[in-house]
């Protein structure tokens, strides 16, 4: 693959809590410049990067970030919020204690009532898969399915670990027919995304890769 192939399903990303408007602004330019899937931003600054770029390129955000144990109406709340104010997809973080504790019928109601919000809008489903098991891996990929959801995601980039080939290659094991799969946490480089790519995944959340083309002087036939 070029890494202009693998730049088109990026996500590209910047979720620090010291974001600034600037950055952000930079982060738009570069992913159009670049055209990556997406920028995935915080809800704050979602109606400013939409107008920016005046909804000719698509605005992700995140939802329950980065713990996922708010209350599902907040959850709904910021989703009905981030929708108004322009973006194009959701990445919701899923309920980790209800996961733990097995009660995965709060979790399937939670992702429909948000899916439900977003209507048409792409749901991305994370799951933190460093705090889970393979079981609970497995089960969650069964639940996404199930859901109306339209990926499950594996990490948010602020655990204890994020994507690895392990995980993504386990889900698309098991994720059923329709369904997507985004591996995003800790990808380095190009040699790793195009395996994450090669194992199934569909989506990659990183700034990393837009940071290291605009590095090279020729981004075509590099890979």
């Known amino acids: 693959m070029t890494y202009r192939e693998i730049l088109s399903r990026v996500d590209h ?25 997406s920028v995935c931003i915080p809800p704050c600054y979602v109606k400013q990067a939409a107008d920016y770029l005046e909804g000719k390129f698509p605005v992700c955000t995140v939802i329950g970030f980065p713990n996922g144990y708010n209350e599902t109406d907040v959850k709904m709340y910021e989703t009905a919020g981030a929708v108004g104010a322009g973006a194009a997809e959701i990445d919701m973080v899923a309920n980790i204690g209800w996961i733990k504790a097995g009660e995965y019928g709060l979790v399937l109601e939670e992702i429909n009532r ?34 109306r959801a339209d990926f499950i995601k594996t990490s948010t980039g602020f655990g204890t670990g994020g994507a690895t080939f392990e995980d993504v290659a386990l889900m698309k094991a098991h994720m059923g027919e329709g369904k997507k799969i985004k591996a995003a946490g ?23 890769l837009v940071e290291q083309a605009k590095k090279e002087a020729d981004l075509d036939g590099q890979i």
């Open 13 to 37: 990303t910047l979720l620090r809590p010291e974001a600034s408007w600037s950055q952000i602004q930079e982060l738009c330019d570069d992913a159009v410049r670049f055209q990556t899937a």
């Open 114 to 147: 948000i899916k439900a919000v977003c209507g048409e809008r792409i749901l991305k489903v994370i799951i933190e898969t460093c705090l889970l098991t393979e079981e609970e891996k497995v089960r969650m990929c069964q639940i996404v399915t199930e859901s």
């Open 186 to 208: 800790g990808i380095s480089g190009f040699a790793d995304a195009e395996k994450f790519l090669s194992l199934g995944a569909d989506r990659l959340g990183t700034s990393r």
